[in-house]
Each structure stands twice: as structure tokens, then as C-alpha cells.
């Protein structure tokens, strides 16, 4: 065994992440827009269904935005017709199917964990359908958009699965307990326009301006005061699991930190000298 990283433990027979990153980097692509990494899943044909190295190359890239600091916003997309059809159905049949045990430790959990950790904003622009673990690493992120032609469905119940990556959390968070529970075992196709209606996604754009329109969005969430940002990531991760007391606790503690950023002062002196802030992300 060889211990690339706490959370992924390859096989010695298996590609370790240096030489899967450099021969492999298609399978998800990246790309610097001013400070905004744009993330895009790379396998069309697939409708990009995760398999193994999309799943691992995934891993590295968020990691790759989130230590960079030149990166303020990470945008996650699709090439292609669909976000993400979730996992690859030919990858856990077939004659050498992978180990079905690892998927959710070592491919879907891992990459839930990171983009809710992540301290920078994650932007999913979901471009087409989004069924299974792609739905619901898409709903797990700060700001889902969706353009008109995009569709939400939790797959899982039609193969005798669960949602998993996050879909029994964040799901009931997002729609209500009820919703949920009948999206989850029916597995319904949510349009775009009913997800936007529901609660399930901040906006619908529609397909033709929908790369230009969740872009800038991206672009404003980059020139925003990243730590503050992080800092309210922070809060509402522990919202979920806090009662109001502590809520209010963690936000008397939050606050403190955020109010001790140069972000916070440019905004204020900004607000003062009636111009518009320069924001630089500290
Ligand atoms: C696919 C896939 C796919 C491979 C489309 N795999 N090829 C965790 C624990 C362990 C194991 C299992 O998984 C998980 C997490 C999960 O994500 S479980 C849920 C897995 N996903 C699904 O069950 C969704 C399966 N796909 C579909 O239901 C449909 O393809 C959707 C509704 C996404 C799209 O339907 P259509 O627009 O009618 O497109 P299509 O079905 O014709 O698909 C286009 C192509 O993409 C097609 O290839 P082909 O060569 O025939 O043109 C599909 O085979 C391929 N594809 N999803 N998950």
C-alpha cells in the first residue's frame, strides 16, 4: 500500500496521483480564468460518469485550487451534454468490476469533504443532467446554478442504491424532509426551472448565455472578500449541527475573525469614501 494522502490509499500496482495527473489529465480538464479555476469533467461520451481516475484527478484538482493562492472562486461544470451521469455503471460490472466497497471512502466522500472544506467559494454550473453522485456533488457546493436544459435526479433508487455523496444531508436541507424523501425513492427527473422553485438551486439561466451568466457569477464571487467568505462557509457548515446557542457562539467567534481582515476595512473606508471596494481576498 502506498499512502498518497490521508483520505486515498492507492495499491502498489495502481497509478499513483504524480503519474496519473500527467498522463491522464483529460478525464477532468482546468483552466485559470483571472482567479477563478474552472473545473471542467471531461468524459462526454460518458455523459461523465465518474470511474476511478476521474474521480482521484478530481480530488487533486480541487486541491490544486484550493492551495493555490492565486485562486479566489472554483467553478465545476461539464463538458459536453450532461454535468455528470454519477458513477460509472461499466466500471462497478463487467468482468473486473472495482471494488464496490471503496467507492464512496475513497472517491464520492472524499470529494464531498473537500468542497465543503474548501475556503473559497465552489460554484457548480450544472450545464445538462445531473443524476446520482453528479447530482449531489453538484448540490453540495456554495452557489449551484443550472441552465434551462439542466435536470437534477437522484438516480440511485432506480438500481436499489441510496443517495450517497451527500444527498441524504444535504438534500432534506435544501427541499424539505418530504420532497426528499419522495425525490430520493422515486427518483424523479427535476427540471431546472422546478429545482430553481424548490429551493434545490440558487438559478436557472437560460442554455444559450448560461456559461457567460454562471461565469460571472464566479468572477463576482472571486472579487469578493474571500476570508469573510470562508468564514461564512464556515458558519453554515456548523449551523447543520449546532443548536441556536452555539450558532450564535460560533458566529460571536467568526465575526471577530472576519472583522480582523484587510477585506473588512477596505469595505468599510470604501463604504466611507463612497467608492468601490478593492477587495484582495485577506
Ligand atoms: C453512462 C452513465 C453512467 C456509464 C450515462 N455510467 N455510462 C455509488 C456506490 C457504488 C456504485 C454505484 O454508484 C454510486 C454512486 C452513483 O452515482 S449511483 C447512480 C449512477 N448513475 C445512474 O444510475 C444514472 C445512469 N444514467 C441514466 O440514467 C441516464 O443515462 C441519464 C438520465 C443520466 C441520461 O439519459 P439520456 O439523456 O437518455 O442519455 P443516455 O442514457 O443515452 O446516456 C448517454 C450515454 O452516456 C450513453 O452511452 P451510449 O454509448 O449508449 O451513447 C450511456 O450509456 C452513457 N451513460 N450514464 N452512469
Not at 492507492?10 to 499513483?16: H, R, S
Not at 468482468?95 to 474548501?118: K, M, T, V
Not at 449531489?136 to 438500481?159: G, H, M, P, R, Y
Not at 456548523?238 to 450564535?248: A, G, K, T
Amino acid at each position: 500500500m502506498i499512502v498518497k494522502n490521508p483520505l486515498i490509499i492507492l495499491n502498489a500496482t495502481e497509478v499513483t496521483y504524480g503519474f496519473l495527473l500527467s498522463l491522464s489529465m483529460n478525464t477532468v480538464l482546468y483552466e485559470q480564468q483571472d482567479t477563478v479555476a474552472v473545473i471542467r469533467l471531461n468524459r462526454p461520451e460518458k455523459f461523465n460518469a465518474f470511474n476511478r481516475e476521474m474521480a482521484l484527478l478530481f480530488q487533486e484538482l480541487l486541491d490544486k485550487a484550493a492551495e493555490d493562492e492565486e485562486i479566489r472562486c472554483i467553478y465545476i461544470s461539464g463538458n459536453g451534454k450532461a454535468f455528470s451521469a454519477g458513477q460509472d455503471l461499466g466500471e462497478v460490472t463487467g468482468p473486473a468490476p472495482f471494488d464496490f466497497n471503496r467507492i464512496l471512502s475513497e472517491h464520492y466522500n472524499p470529494i464531498i469533504q473537500r468542497i465543503r472544506r474548501i475556503r473559497k467559494p465552489v460554484v457548480a454550473a450544472v450545464n445538462g443532467v445531473a443524476a446520482g453522485a453528479g447530482a449531489n456533488i453538484a448540490l453540495c457546493c456554495d452557489v449551484v446554478v443550472a441552465s434551462t436544459q439542466a435536470s437534477f435526479i437522484q438516480a440511485f433508487s432506480k438500481i436499489g442504491l441510496i443517495p450517497d455523496s451527500g444527498g441524504t444531508y444535504f438534500l432534506p436541507l435544501l427541499v424539505g424532509f418530504q420532497k426528499a424523501s419522495a425525490l430520493a425513492m422515486l427518483g424523479d427527473k427535476v427540471s431546472a426551472e422546478e429545482a430553481e422553485r424548490i429551493g434545490m438551486i440558487y438559478k436557472v439561466f437560460p442554455t444559450e448565455s448560461f456559461e457567460s451568466s454562471s461565469l460571472s457569477i464566479a468572477s463576482v464571487l472571486s472579487n469578493m472578500p474571500t476570508e469573510g467568505l470562508a468564514l461564512t462557509k464556515q458558519a453554515l457548515n456548523e449551523s447543520v449541527s449546532n443548536n441556536l446557542n452555539q450558532q450564535l457562539q460560533s458566529e460571536d467567534t467568526l465575526q471577530k475573525k472576519a472583522a480582523a481582515t484587510t477585506d473588512y476595512q477596505e469595505g468599510i473606508n470604501a463604504f466611507m469614501e463612497k467608492r468601490t471596494p478593492v477587495f484582495k481576498g485577506k
